[in-house]
């Protein structure tokens, strides 16, 4: 089954839905004031949190190569002062790169973001080892 690249595989609500609470986690909020914003059961929202803080690193790795790969000039982001806000830097350093490189017409950044960890940013198990398949 493919998935629409505006949702995540195992979760119900939207990537946008997602994406605005994972951006609200960096910049401060709990899980109970997230869920009032967005509309959400804090339980739920809590489940994001939890799944996304597990991989922050790796997300923030992932997103940070493929910033090099879109950019041939790019400017890496400077720490963010959080492990939250460096990882949120990097996704929107990639989207914005992304978004200089191609047309994207009615995309949306949290699309791009789905596109990108191909529906699997909060599934277990993603990302996979990184590996570098360049030969030597």
Do not use: H, K, Y
Not at 53 to 80: I, K, S
């Amino acid at each position: 089954m493919l998935l629409p690249v505006g949702v995540l595989l195992r979760r119900a609500d939207t990537l946008s839905v997602i994406g605005a609470a994972l951006a609200a986690r960096a910049r401060g909020l709990g899980f109970r004031r997230i869920a009032v914003v967005v509309g959400r059961p804090a339980e739920t929202v809590r489940g994001w949190l939890r799944r996304f803080a597990g991989r922050l690193e790796a997300v923030r790795v992932v997103f940070t190569r493929w910033l090099g790969a879109m950019d041939p000039d790019p400017v890496m982001p400077e720490p963010a002062g959080t492990r939250w806000a460096d990882a949120l830097t990097a996704i929107t350093a990639t989207v914005r790169a992304v978004g200089q490189r191609f047309v994207l017409g009615a995309v949306t950044p949290w699309e791009v973001v789905g596109a990108i960890s191909s529906g699997r940013l909060l599934a277990p198990g993603w990302p996979g080892e990184l590996i570098n398949t360049s030969c030597p």
